[in-house]
């Protein structure tokens, strides 16, 4: 969408004004003070216009996404605005935008060059040339392309008459078309009909395609005669309150045609008193099908009065906000499909009646991936599966379909209606939740995305905004949030405390978005079977599995900004010199399992570049250009085979987040499992950074640590006793951090922090704490402690059961233990850790008994007990725990797994365990 590339544009420019490059070249070079100057007018002039043409693109690209001229329109308008954000590349490569620092790197560099101010004069020719081709696209926007109208052809209407016919059409579904439904079907039957007199609001919630307005109508048809009264509406986006009440009031009205026609000349108030008076002594059912926000829902459910007489209201929604403003317990939650039931409906569709709807045995592998690749999405399986029955039952033809599924999907006349469903629910998107929602169709089906990979990825590329006093983390969390609510991203997991962890894009939305990306030059995907040429209009490359080396398949790569790979085996990646060379505006280079050693020295170059990420990689060392990187905000080296980091690292003072641990112990057993990094100079600079992972502790580093006062997430390796006073004063001072990881530098080093961290949700420590320290140490008392979910202990070595003084934690969600207690008997009493869900306890070589008393871990989901050698018994009480989602029992013997069959409150539970070698 050309508003999407718009946006960035304008964004771009406004950080190139706002930081004031220009206003310091000109104190700085008296000469070129001018050029400068007339730059930055003609730029907000370029500035003000994009954002006009953005506001008018958001209102007409609904109304004319299939008129063809202005489609071509569009192409147009999305080339100015890839010139312009090449333009402020360039301007922002020239003269840096580091304000804070006197005289800039780059300024410094470049105006020492005669030939800068013929850079100067080129980007502001560039620039008139922009503002004549804006001018030259309105001049023809108003002689051919259709202007927004007011009446029935504007886009509102639009919108509402779209909505209303995707719905109609819903509606008018066949029974036939619901399968997999009875539970819900059930319920809503058992919602609706109650004896509870209460007015209640239900709600249908789950993405397009699920059938909410399927269900939602079968139901209607059923149960509306049990009400006195009956409504069905469809809403939109941009519904109209008097049209909406107007249609309610023809619906209650429609067999009382004296009563209709009075209101036929009624104003919204007469209307709205009109429709209260009648309803308020009537048991009455009212349908509001797909509605958007919640201030739809509170506008149109103040005119429907909440009487007493067992009155329902149903809505149907994508929006997680509001389904949440249902009845409590009355959200009904539609998922897709299980495997046996899309294969029942495929064949419903697909087979004709008098087959009995049998798939023939030589298409059934064919018909099991078609249906494979629909996802469980019942619209995708009813419109494919209609689509199949007309086509000519051969295995050839049905190869066909299922090879071209996804191009079908796209372009195939006959599933308009799917298309139209997605669409629609991606047009609703802001436009700043539009980028970040094509960016994830880039990554490869079925990509479990990570919370914190994501929000590095898109603030990385500029797509977040800032909003108040809000870090660019939590806006960005925001922004996923808000996908993940209105079901255009699917919440996979959250951690064991709530907070969203891991998510995926549907297989059926990706697709229609892709084609989005590659139409508006937004994005590109490169696969192994992919062939010829790699189109580099697009900004931005994801590369997926890989089988030769891609370096002459690139056409032009100088207008890439980003390139993400995903392939484990990059051994064959030999084009990062040429990137590092022609993209010199390079965004994102994240090239994780990266086979090469050495990264060029050219790298240097990439001023724009704000994010490198080498995770898994076997480069072994970074050049000493990339202290040039001075826009760098994420350095990721995690697990790669750097042992030391260059000199002039601390001159990346916008970092905001590195990665630099080194894992020695795969399985984090050894007291030394990983290692961090040295910062040789300058930590105390990098006062931005909000991650660091991890620290080699010595006198130099812990020294500069109070320094990094906005740190949310430290990791610290090889540390002394002697240090932990000192660490514990400058702790003091990062009043965000929310997880800390400490590690001592052997199993003889106590680990005594001293502070209260009242932020702090993961504490990690890995070495011996002092008898007593769980009592003494603020960490771990019930005040100070209150926000601690997590809490991991290793190579503790205490002798004292830990359990009393821990169980103040009440909030803890984690817990694990590993050699860190050192006695015979552990004791879970009734009431300890009531909001715990996982729990761990490895290594404790003198455990004998461990003991659960009714009512302790009452949440408890997961528990694992590994190598716990001395234990000759089943835990007593184990019983009060089931059932758990996860039982493990690893690196036991034969007899202890003997005992575990035979034990009563473990029948009919499946056991999890590996045998000691």
């Avoid at 295995?395 to 599933?415: A, C, F, G, P, Y």
């Avoid at 298309?419 to 629910?425: E, G, K, P, T, W």
């Avoid at 914190?452 to 660019?472: M, N, P, Y």
């Avoid at 969203?500 to 590109?524: P, S, T």
């Amino acid at each position: 969408m050309a508003e999407i590339v718009i946006l960035l544009a304008i964004k771009k420019i406004g950080i190139a004004l706002a930081n004031g490059a220009a206003d310091q070249a000109s104190a700085q070079f008296a000469k070129y003070g001018t050029q400068l100057l007339e730059l930055q007018g003609s730029t907000r002039r370029v500035a003000r216009e994009l954002r006009v043409m953005h506001d008018v693109l958001c209102q007409m690209d609904i109304r004319n996404r299939n008129n063809q001229v202005y489609e071509g329109w569009l192409q147009e308008v999305q080339k100015v605005a890839h010139v312009v954000e090449d333009m402020v590349d360039e301007y922002m490569y020239l003269v840096g935008w580091e304000h804070n620092t006197g005289l800039i790197f780059y300024l410094e560099k470049w105006f020492r060059k005669p030939r800068s101010l013929l850079s100067l004069k080129r980007i502001a020719f560039k620039v008139k040339e922009i503002e004549k081709d804006l001018l030259h696209l309105s001049e023809t926007k108003n002689r051919w392309v259709p202007m927004i109208n007011i009446g029935d052809t504007g886009s509102s209407n639009y919108i509402v008459k779209m909505s209303q016919d995707l719905a109609n059409i819903s509606r008018s579904l066949d029974e036939e078309d619901l399968v997999g439904v009875d539970k819900n079907r059930e319920k809503l039957e058992q919602w609706l009909s109650g004896d509870d007199l209460e007015w209640s609001v239900i709600a249908l919630l789950g993405m397009g395609g699920l059938g909410k307005t399927v269900l939602a109508a079968n139901v209607y048809k059923k149960e509306r005669d049990k009400f006195q009264c009956h409504a069905w509406v469809s809403i939109s986006q941009t519904y109209s309150r008097e049209d909406v009440l107007r249609d309610i009031v023809k619906e209650l009205f429609k067999d009382k045609v004296s009563d209709l026609s009075n209101t036929v000349a009624m104003d919204i108030t007469c209307l709205e008193e009109t429709l209260k008076k009648y309803l308020e002594k009537q048991k009455y059912l009212v349908i509001l099908d797909d509605v958007w926000t919640p201030e739809a829902f509170d506008d149109l459910s103040r005119a429907l009065i909440h009487n007493d007489k067992g009155s329902r209201l149903i809505i149907t929604t994508k929006e997680g906000s509001v389904a949440t403003l249902a009845s409590q317990g009355h959200i009904l939650t539609l998922e897709a499909l299980p495997e046996d039931k899309a294969w029942d409906l495929f064949c419903i569709k697909a087979f004709p009646k008098d087959t009995n709807h049998q798939c023939p045995t030589e298409l059934k592998p064919l018909s099991e991936k078609i249906v494979s690749k629909c996802k469980g999405l019942p619209l995708v399986i009813v419109l494919v599966g209609s689509l199949l029955r007309a086509r000519e039952k051969s295995v050839e033809e049905w190869r066909r379909i299922k090879d071209q599924l996804s191009w079908e999907l796209k372009n195939n006349s006959r599933l308009d209606h799917l298309r139209n469903v997605l669409h629609l629910s991606f047009i609703y998107l802001p436009t700043h939740l539009k980028s970040c929602f094509l960016y994830c169709s880039l990554f490869s089906e079925d990509y479990l995305f990570r919370r914190k990979q994501l929000v590095r990825l898109w603030i990385a590329e500029g797509f977040i905004e800032e909003r108040g006093e809000s870090t660019l983390e939590e806006v960005a969390e925001g922004y996923l949030k808000e996908l993940i609510d209105r079901n255009m991203l699917q919440l996979v997991e959250r951690n064991s405390f709530g907070r969203m962890k891991k998510f995926r894009m549907h297989d059926i939305l990706r697709e229609l978005a892709l084609g989005l990306c590659h139409k508006n030059c937004f994005g590109a995907t490169h696969e192994a079977k992919c062939r010829g040429l790699i189109e580099t209009d697009c900004r931005r490359l994801v590369l997926h599995k890989l089988e030769k080396d891609i370096q002459q398949s690139f056409s032009s790569i100088h207008r890439l900004r980003t390139i993400i790979t995903l392939d484990n085996d990059m051994s064959s990646f030999t084009v990062l010199p040429l990137l590092c060379k022609k993209s010199r505006y390079m965004t994102v280079l994240e090239l994780s399992g990266l086979l090469t050693e050495k990264i060029p020295d050219a790298i240097g170059d990439l001023f724009n570049l704000r994010h490198l990420g080498l995770r898994n990689s076997k480069v072994k060392m970074l050049p000493t250009s990339v202290d040039k990187l001075s826009n760098l905000l994420t350095l990721d080296l995690y697990r790669s085979e750097i042992n030391e980091l260059p000199s002039g690292i601390g001159n990346l003072k916008k970092l905001r987040h590195l990665f630099a641990e080194k894992v020695i112990d795969p399985d984090w057993r050894e007291i030394q499992c990983s290692g961090g990094m040295r910062i040789p100079n300058g930590l105390g600079n990098l006062i931005n950074l909000q991650t660091l992972h991890a620290l080699e502790a010595d006198d130099e580093s812990v020294r500069h640590l109070g320094e990094l006062r906005q740190l949310k997430s430290l990791s610290l390796r090889n540390v002394k006793g002697i240090y932990c006073r000192r660490i514990s004063e400058y702790l003091l001072q990062m009043r965000y951090l929310s997880k800390l990881d400490v590690n001592a530098s052997d199993e003889n080093e106590v680990l005594l922090l001293s502070v209260v961290l009242p932020n702090l949700r993961k504490l990690r420590l890995r070495g011996r704490l002092a008898e007593g320290a769980l009592d003494v140490s603020p960490l771990f008392q019930a005040v100070a402690g209150q926000n601690l979910y997590s809490l991991a202990l290793f190579w503790s070595q205490l002798r004292e059961d830990p359990l009393p003084s821990l169980s103040r934690l009440s909030n803890l969600t984690r817990l694990h233990f590993s050699r860190a207690y050192n006695g015979q008997q552990l004791a879970f009493l009734t009431g300890w850790f009531p909001k715990l869900k996982i729990l761990y306890l490895r290594d404790l070589p003198n455990l004998i008994r461990l003991e659960v008393q009714q009512g302790a871990m009452a949440s408890l989901e997961t528990f694992y007990l590994v190598n716990l050698n001395s234990m000759t018994e089943v835990p007593h009480g184990i019983e009060f725990l089931m059932p758990l989602e996860y039982l493990g029992f690893h690196e036991i013997t034969s007899y202890f797994l003997t005992l575990l069959r035979q034990c009563s409150a473990l029948r009919g539970t499946q056991l999890r365990y590996t045998l000691r070698d």
